[in-house]
Nanobody, 113 residues
Framework: QVQLVESGGGLVQPGGSLKLSCAASGFIFEINAMGWYRQVPGKEREWVTTITSGGSTNYADSVTGRFTISRDKAKNTVYLQMNSLKPEDTAVYYC???????WGQGTQVTVSS
């Protein structure tokens, strides 16, 4: 059974940082591309970033230079380091196994003073 469990969300002031984690199980983690998406109420879920099995990364223009995706194959975990956070980064963040229907439950990130 595929499981993706996010953690690390919370409330942070503008300009602050957060690091999200996604613990994966039930599939061969090291050969799968993984991604982070986010969604705000009333809007479609949007792609944030992807990391391939080989470690190549891509980012949405809105987060380039501020967010960093990484993965630890020994821990079956993918991370999202978020720096210089802005109020418009407020959303529920989801972990996703690329090419599958597997999603985590989401973790809320709120950027507000």
């Amino acid at each position: 059974q595929v499981q993706l469990v996010e953690s690390g969300g919370g409330l942070v002031q503008p300009g602050g940082s957060l690091k999200l984690s996604c613990a994966a199980s039930g599939f061969i983690f090291e050969i799968n591309a993984m991604g982070w998406y986010r969604q705000v109420p009333g809007k479609e879920r949007e792609w944030v970033t992807t990391i391939t099995s080989g470690g190549s990364t891509n980012y949405a223009d809105s987060v380039t230079g501020r967010f960093t995706i990484s993965r630890d194959k020994a821990k079956n975990t993918v991370y999202l380091q978020m720096n210089s956070l802005k109020p418009e980064d407020t959303a529920v963040y989801y972990c996703h196994r690329i090419g599958s229907k597997a999603w985590g439950q989401g973790t809320q990130v709120t950027v507000s003073s």
